[in-house]
């Protein structure tokens, strides 16, 4: 598991991811809590998660297996398309990959948000190995959290007010940190499944009709 937050707004849609990367064998059914079951997952060092491709006006973000995110992003490479290029073959090749490798972890999202040439707007498009691939339109004002928001953490009010606004595309930066703030305090009190890794901090990512590109989480909120 990874933080793989997003907003779609009117005009752009934002993500973000964690740092993290972990060795997931050995972990326990993704229901088994840390307060549970004690299980010290093998960190494997940190990594800049969100893949962004500017001149397709495209975001990625896979939460799940790294061998199965990197064997996808392969593809991406290999093919070049825009968001709506991939749609009309990434539900039969996520399901490919995932039959091929058998990763560890069997839960597993797949994130795609970018300015669809198509429609005239910015799109996004999740994709779950639980609901076998099935792309999920994620419409302007949708936002995912994954893992969900805590409704007793420290500071949710104000995560829930932020929400409203981001929307509206104002103070999103701020959003976001709110949501990873929730997370990580759900981490750090063994409320997520057992094994569980979070880094201290994350990578914010946008794109739009202009392209795409990465925002810093820090400097976000310093800006905000």
């Known amino acids: 598991m990874t933080v793989l937050n997003c907003l779609i707004t009117d005009d752009r849609a934002w993500m973000a991811q ?3 990367t972990y060795d997931s064998r050995g972990m326990p059914a993704k ?8 299980f010290r997952a093998q960190s494997l060092g940190e990594a800049c998660k969100v893949q962004v491709f500017p001149d397709r006006r495209l975001l990625m973000g896979i939460a ?10 392969h593809v991406l490479d290999q093919r ?6 991939l749609a009309g073959y990434a539900t ?17 999202y797949v994130l795609h948000a970018g300015f669809s040439a198509a429609e005239g707007r910015v799109i996004g498009l999740l994709y779950q190995a639980e609901n076998d691939f099935v792309p999920v339109r994620l419409p ?17 009010d104000r995560a829930e007010a932020l929400a409203e606004q981001a929307r509206c595309g104002r103070r999103v930066p701020e959003f976001f940190d709110a949501m990873f703030a929730n997370q990580k305090w759900q981490c750090e ?8 890794l979070l880094s ?25």
């Open 140 to 156: 302007a004002g949708a936002v995912m959290h994954s893992p969900h928001l805590s409704g007793d953490a420290p500071g949710i």
């Open 64 to 73: 799940g297996s790294v061998v199965y995110g990197m064997a996808w992003l």
């Open 200 to 224: 201290d901090d994350y990578t914010l990512a946008s794109v739009d009709s202009d392209g795409a590109r990465v925002v810093q989480g820090a400097e976000a909120a310093a800006v905000a």
């Open 92 to 108: 039969d090749e996520l399901r490919r990959i995932f039959h091929h490798y058998k990763p560890a972890l069997r839960e597993c």
């Open 31 to 38: 229901d088994v809590t840390a307060s549970d079951y004690v």
């Open 80 to 85: 070049g398309d825009d968001i709506d290029g």
């Open 189 to 196: 009190h063994r409320r997520l499944r057992a094994g569980v």
């Open 18 to 20: 964690d740092h993290s």
